[in-house]
Every structure is written in structure tokens, then in C-alpha cells.
């Protein structure tokens, strides 16, 4: 009987102003969490649907309030043990995710597993390639601004994964997926130049890159460069790549950006990602984003161009990872420089 109760207020609900406030006016936020916790994964489902239809801008802010924000948490929850639920995916993308607000409250209250969902759920929404209203990108903007952060206030908690025994650490989870969606957002050309002016993310990536790449060099773990593996093995653990994201991350903060390139000089990065040039098993991509990051360092700056030529010249820079940026070092009155050469088939 709950089932099809449910099912008629969502018929009734759809394309009609009218009823939806008249349902949100009597269920919520009570009806709603009863059925959202309910054992009966259908009840669940269609709760969903009838909130999803309910909602709009104004109703969402009342998500806001503290008794209310347990609604939003268990559409979460729901999401997270219910994967194959549509309707509440659709409620986090399509209504939560629009109130920057909702979602700092939110991230405060969940559990590492909880925001690594909500993450996946922001990753899926800024992967789209649909085009933005200014309101939508100033709401990017603020998850951007959020997510910026937090990845500055946890990213060393990526450090726990050198230990086997953390290989699982749930911290250390929800930093690698901010890095993840951080990397998507600066790959959109709206957000990009934001997310470039934020006050201390690239020192914090350059930072964090540095730190794991010591530790990977200190001892054997998921930060050491390796290239031993045969086609067929695959290695799974949850931070392979995360160092190719980090440049990843740096390469799109200094894209065409003159101040972000020398700050990267500043930081003795331009060496750091030099020494991550070469092939590694743990970090697919690494030289291909190693190359790129390079590219964005060096375009229109000649003291970062130099730099490479001079460590080249000393023997610290692997030529052939220049010669796939599609540059040579070439001496001229004394100054060493980058030169286009065509790239080597």
C-alpha cells in the first residue's frame, strides 16, 4: 500500500506546482525520512522520485536547516548503498549540488566513505559537457573554492598510503578523489582561471608531490617508480596515478599563466616534475602529463626554459623527455636555450 501511495503523489507531483507544494507541505520533512530509511529498497526508490519532483531552488534551501539536512544525508546514504538508484543520483545533481552552501553542511556531517560518494557525484556533474549559465558557473566556482580547501587542509593524509597496512585509509581516500574532481575542474576553461588565482593550491600541489615522491624514494611503496610489471598484471590500489594527477593539477595552474609558471620556479618544482619524466607502473600517464606541465611551464617564459636547458646541459634533465616536448638545448651567445625541433617519430 506504501508502494503505490508513494507511486501516486509521484504522478500526481509531476509538471504540477500545486501538488508538489502541497505534498512538501505535509511530508516533509517527517514522511520523507521515514520512507528514506525504510527496509523496503522500492519504498526507498520511490520516496526519491517524489522528493526529486518536489524539489526546486527554494526547497533546497530548506534542506538547509539543521533538523531538515538529515533528509539530505540519507539521499546520500541512499545513493552509497543503492548504487543503481537513479532518483537519487538525480536529487544530488541535479538540486543539491546547485546550493554550495547545502553541500559545505553536508560534507561536515559525513563519513570519509559518505564524501567520497558526494565527490563522485560532483565529479560526474563538472564532467559534463553541457554549457553553463553564469549562475551555474558561480556555484562551480564555490564547490571549487571548497574543494580547493579541503584538499589543503588534508592532503598529507595521502602519506598513510605508503604503509600496506593503510593501503585502505579512508582519509587518505577522500584527498585523492578531491584531487580527482580539482583536476577535472581546472581541464574547464570557466573555472580554470578561478581555481589559478587561489591562494596557496599549486604550493600545496607542488608540496604534496614533493612529499610523495620522497617517500617513494625513502622506501618501497605505492609512490616508487616502478616499471617491472608484464602486460597482463594490473596493480590495483587506490593512489596508482596519483602522483600523474598531481602534475596533472600543476600543468593546468601555470597554462598560460606567467605567475603560476615562476611560482612553480620558486618552489624548485620545475625539477621535481623533470624527475618524474620516466616511465612508472604506479603512475600511468606520468611522463605524458610530466611533458605537458613542462610545455605549460616553459610557453612564453624564458627563465623556466633556461633552467631546463642548463639542467640539461649538466646531465639532470633526461634529453628524451625533451625531445618528446618537441625541444632541443641549443647554446647561443653564451645562453643556453629551448629550441622547436620537429618531435621524433
Not at 236 to 244: E, I
Amino acid at each position: 500500500a506504501l508502494r503505490c501511495s508513494l507511486q501516486f503523489l509521484g504522478n500526481i507531483a509531476a509538471g504540477n506546482g500545486d501538488s508538489q507544494n502541497s505534498i512538501w507541505k505535509c511530508a516533509f520533512p517527517d514522511l520523507f525520512l521515514t520512507c528514506l530509511t525504510y527496509s523496503d529498497d522500492k519504498i526507498v526508490a520511490y520516496c526519491c522520485m517524489v522528493l526529486f519532483t518536489c524539489l526546486n531552488s527554494e526547497k533546497v534551501r530548506e534542506l538547509l536547516d539543521p533538523g531538515n539536512l538529515t533528509v539530505a544525508l540519507h539521499v546520500l546514504k541512499v545513493y552509497k548503498e543503492q548504487l543503481e538508484s537513479e532518483w537519487s543520483f538525480l536529487i544530488v545533481t541535479d538540486h543539491l549540488l546547485k546550493c554550495p552552501e547545502l553541500v559545505k553542511a553536508l560534507y561536515a556531517k559525513l563519513s570519509n566513505q559518505e564524501r567520497v560518494a558526494l565527490l563522485e557525484l560532483m565529479m560526474a556533474k563538472v564532467s559534463e559537457k553541457n554549457p553553463v549559465t553564469s549562475e551555474e558557473m558561480n556555484v562551480f566556482m564555490s564547490h571549487a573554492d571548497f574543494l580547493a580547501g579541503c584538499f589543503q587542509e588534508k592532503c598529507e593524509a595521502v602519506l598513510k598510503l605508503t604503509s600496506p597496512a593503510d593501503a585502505e585509509d579512508e582519509e587518505a581516500l577522500v584527498t585523492i578523489r578531491l584531487l580527482d574532481v580539482l583536476c577535472e575542474m581546472t581541464s574547464n576553461n570557466g573555472q580554470l582561471e578561478h581555481l589559478q588565482a587561489l591562494p596557496g593550491l599549486l604550493e600545496t600541489a607542488i608540496d604534496t608531490l614533493r612529499l610523495t615522491h620522497l617517500a617513494g624514494k625513502q622506501t618501497v611503496n605505492i609512490f616508487t617508480a616502478t616499471h617491472a610489471m608484464t602486460e597482463q598484471e594490473e596493480i590495483s590500489h587506490p593512489a596508482v596515478g596519483f602522483k600523474s594527477h598531481l602534475i596533472r593539477l600543476i600543468g593546468n595552474l601555470c597554462y598560460k599563466n606567467k605567475e603560476n609558471q615562476d611560482k612553480v620556479y620558486e618552489l624548485d618544482g620545475i625539477p621535481l616534475i623533470l624527475d618524474n619524466c620516466s616511465i612508472d607502473d604506479n603512475n600511468p600517464f606520468v611522463s605524458q602529463w610530466a611533458v605537458y606541465a613542462l610545455r605549460n611551464l616553459t610557453e612564453q617564459n624564458e627563465r623556466n626554459q633556461e633552467l631546463i636547458a642548463q639542467m640539461e646541459e649538466k646531465g639532470l634533465a633526461d634529453n628524451s623527455s625533451l625531445e618528446s616536448m618537441g625541444v632541443e638545448v641549443e647554446k647561443r651567445d653564451d645562453k643556453l636555450i629551448l629550441r622547436s625541433v620537429r618531435k621524433k617519430p
